[in-house]
């Protein structure tokens, strides 16, 4: 099992950037795949950047490609989502998860995330 905590957001203007860190519990770290997802008010939450456990794949949503990078240190357990240039859409509670049964092909799957943190929220205004 492992538990998940985020840090990093907050609010920033239009063309900003912000760094979401995820801080994993638990010894098993890079054997989990490492997802942020994000939910906006009165939308569905929907998948924003993956990462495989061992770093080597990773996925975004084509809203975010280019402008949001995702990364991982097993070393400290920990996770990362660098967002730049965002945008007012972009704001969103945003959820760091982990899975232990996607794979490098199935990063992009939603519903196999099964730990999850209890997020951090990010605006995206002047």
């Known amino acids: 099992q492992v538990q998940l905590v985020e840090s990093g957001g907050g609010l920033v203007q239009p063309g900003g950037s912000l760094r979401l860190s995820c801080a994993a519990s638990g010894r098993t770290f890079s054997s989990y795949v490492i997802g942020w997802l994000r939910q906006a008010p009165g939308k569905e939450r929907e998948f924003v950047a993956g990462?495989?456990?061992?770093?080597?794949?990773?996925r975004y949503a084509d809203s975010v490609k280019g402008r949001f990078t995702i990364s991982r240190d097993n070393a400290k357990n920990t996770g990362y989502l660098q967002m730049n240039s965002l945008k007012p859409e972009d704001t969103a509670v945003y959820y760091c998860?982990?899975?232990?049964?996607?794979?490098?092909?199935?990063?992009?799957?939603?519903?196999?995330?099964?730990?999850w943190g209890q997020g951090t929220q990010v605006t995206v205004s002047s």
């Open positions: 990462i495989s456990g061992d770093g080597g794949s990773t």
């Open positions: 998860a982990a899975s232990s049964t996607l794979s490098r092909r199935s990063i992009t799957w939603t519903s196999g995330y099964n730990y």
